[in-house]
């Protein structure tokens, strides 16, 4: 597998986005509550999200993602059923 230029992060679950949405409110030292009010969502959600919570609304995710100066790229990658990217 090619890897990620030093700026990004391959996310796989929901924890591993709860975990880089953590890591950015923390390195912009912002409390739960001061960055579900800049994002415009509830503290809960907010600690929902951060947690990895499975079901969480995509449209408030993009929300918080964007509020905290964070950007959601998707690219193609071989697919893991595959042995050369194609279909079998």
């Known amino acids: ?9 391959e996310l796989t679950s929901a924890r591993d986005l709860g975990t880089a ?3 950015s409110r923390k390195a912009m030292s912002l ?4 960055a579900a009010l800049l994002c ?4 809960r ?3 929902d999200l951060e947690n990895g919570k499975e079901s ?3 449209g408030l995710v ?3 993602i964007a ?10 990658k071989k697919p893991f059923w595959s042995k050369d990217g194609r279909r079998t």
């Open 31 to 34: 409390q739960q509550a001061e």
């Open 45 to 47: 959600f907010l600690s």
């Open 1 to 9: 597998m090619t890897p990620l230029p030093s700026d990004l992060t």
């Open 40 to 43: 415009g969502v509830g503290v």
């Open 56 to 58: 969480a609304q995509f």
């Open 21 to 23: 949405i953590r890591q």
């Open 67 to 76: 509020g905290l100066g964070l950007a959601l790229v998707v690219t193609r």
């Open 62 to 64: 993009l929300k918080v």
